[in-house]
């Protein structure tokens, strides 16, 4: 079965450093890969995706994902945080022959970004 | 994007009574809705698959008597979850694809809040 591991539940990051975002996932075969982020309020919007090919991806708002399969790991990375960017952030990994419709969820983690 | 919106956003309610969380895609047609519940401090957790027009698809463990799947039209696709009981407390989102989107991306409501007292 399909997991995903995101190990910090949550991270405080200063604003303008850099941020990067741990997701570990277990999947047989080549993994379907996706960030998500949910403001307060707000439905869960997508920020990047991994299907295949160029192993490292660009999301929308400055963000980007390295797949490494040898780590089966898709972490998440920004390289200068802006106020704006705290809110809950989930890691998913497409399940079953649905593909990328049926997602597995990692737990969230939950940014904090001060001053 | 596309627009996916739940009504109402939270709910309180006696144990033993029903109630109904609708999720609407408001500016696309959906045939596939997704329902998740999420319990605090873990993630979201697949319930179930609405198709419009069919029988909802269950995942394992999901009672399809308690919560009940109707997806009568392209835009509206209602949960209710019957006679509640505390332990049904939590926050129910719900996500649809759209040709709007790029391959592979869902779009999600706001989510729904049911405390059960």
């Known amino acids: 079965a399909q997991s995903v591991t995101q190990p910090d539940i949550h991270i405080t990051v200063s604003e303008g450093a850099s941020l990067e975002l741990r997701c570990n996932y277990s999947y047989g075969a080549t993994p379907y890969l996706f960030w998500y982020v949910q403001s307060p309020g707000q439905g869960l919007q997508l920020l990047l995706k991994y299907f295949s090919g160029d192993t490292l991806v660009q999301g929308i708002k400055g963000f980007e994902a390295e797949f490494k399969r040898s780590q089966s790991s898709f972490n998440l990375r920004k390289p200068s945080v802006h106020w704006s960017d705290a809110a809950e952030y989930f890691c998913?990994?497409?399940?079953?022959?649905?593909?990328?419709?049926?997602?597995?969820f990692g737990t969230g983690t939950r940014l904090l970004v001060s001053p | 994007g596309a627009v996916v919106s739940q009504h109402p956003s939270w709910v309180i309610c006696k144990s033993g009574t029903s109630v109904k969380i609708e999720c609407r895609s408001l500016d696309f047609q959906a045939t596939t809705m997704f329902w998740y519940r999420q319990f605090p401090k873990q993630s979201l957790m697949l319930m179930a698959t609405?198709?419009?027009?069919?029988?909802?698809?269950?995942e394992q463990g999901v009672e399809k008597d308690k919560f009940l799947i109707n997806h009568a039209s392209l835009t509206l696709s209602t949960l209710t979850v019957t006679s509640a009981h505390p332990e049904d407390s939590s926050f129910y989102i719900c996500s649809a694809s759209s040709d709007r989107g790029s391959p592979g991306e869902l779009f999600f409501g706001e989510g729904s809040r049911l405390t059960v007292l």
């Open positions: 998913a990994v497409g399940a079953g022959n649905t593909g990328f419709q049926k997602l597995v």
């Open positions: 609405s198709n419009e027009g069919s029988k909802a698809t269950y």
